[in-house]
């Protein structure tokens, strides 16, 4: 089956620790988004890439990395220099050719800072 | 710049009643519209969209929107209630200017269903 897998589900994270979160997709997608969601608070878009090689900041980037060197995967770390981790963050994919197309979603990860 | 609001964080509703969520959105340019929904602990599943055809859209599980240019709407309905319908539900728009830019999201609205 097709989709977008993120793991793990839930991470735990010591204050002043990078952690890598796993993004991917066998959707054959071009373009890629991290979503950082907190209650009450909606989605915010923290980076986004459309070609391998490539990718730029959405409105949240600060405290955040990531790579994009295949088209089917797209990790995201959270270094220390983010102050308020704790979140859920939503990886999505979206194909760029065609009609104008939705994001698919994965089933997120929950991050905690302990 | 695009913009989306939902009014009301949580709406209750009793099974077999009518489900009326709301959007209002502000975009620059002719927006693309979408309605997604969540379960807990879960990605986020897409209910409809609108793309400049139909202002009326039908989704999936018996949701449809109606898009309302004049008034900048694009609010959610569902005849009738079910109890699985719990969920949060989030608005979304696109500008229409290309690109490969993230939605914005509204920040969404937890549907209580009372049996």
């Known amino acids: 089956d097709g989709g977008i897998t993120q793991s793990p589900k839930y991470l735990f994270r010591k204050e002043g620790q990078n952690v890598t979160l796993s993004c991917e997709q066998n959707l054959n997608h071009d373009a890629m988004y991290w979503y950082r969601q907190d209650p009450g608070q909606g989605l915010r878009l923290i980076y986004y890439?459309?070609?391998?090689?490539?990718?730029q900041k959405g409105d949240i980037a600060e405290g955040y990395s990531v790579s994009r060197e295949k088209k089917e995967s797209f990790p995201l770390t959270v270094t220390s220099a983010q102050k308020n981790p704790t979140a859920f963050y939503l990886c999505a994919s979206k194909s760029l050719s065609g009609a104008i197309n939705e994001q698919f979603f994965g089933p997120g990860t929950r991050l905690t800072v302990l | 710049a695009q913009s989306v609001t939902q009014l009301g964080s949580h709406v209750s509703v009793s099974e077999g009643a009518l489900v009326l969520l709301r959007c209002n959105y502000s975009s620059s340019v002719p927006p693309y519209l979408f309605w997604y929904v969540q379960y807990p602990n879960q990605g986020l599943q897409l209910l409809l969209k609108y793309t400049s055809a139909a202002t009326l859209v039908k989704g999936i599980n018996g949701f449809e929107a109606e898009f309302k240019k004049s008034e900048t709407s694009f609010h959610l309905t569902k005849p009738s209630a079910h109890m699985s319908d719990a969920a949060e539900y989030f608005c979304?728009?696109?500008?229409?200017?290309?690109?490969?830019?993230?939605?914005?999201f509204g920040k969404g609205t937890h549907l209580i269903i009372q049996p």
């Open positions: 890439s459309q070609i391998v090689n490539d990718f």
């Open positions: 979304a728009v696109r500008g229409s200017g290309g690109g490969a830019d993230g939605l914005t």
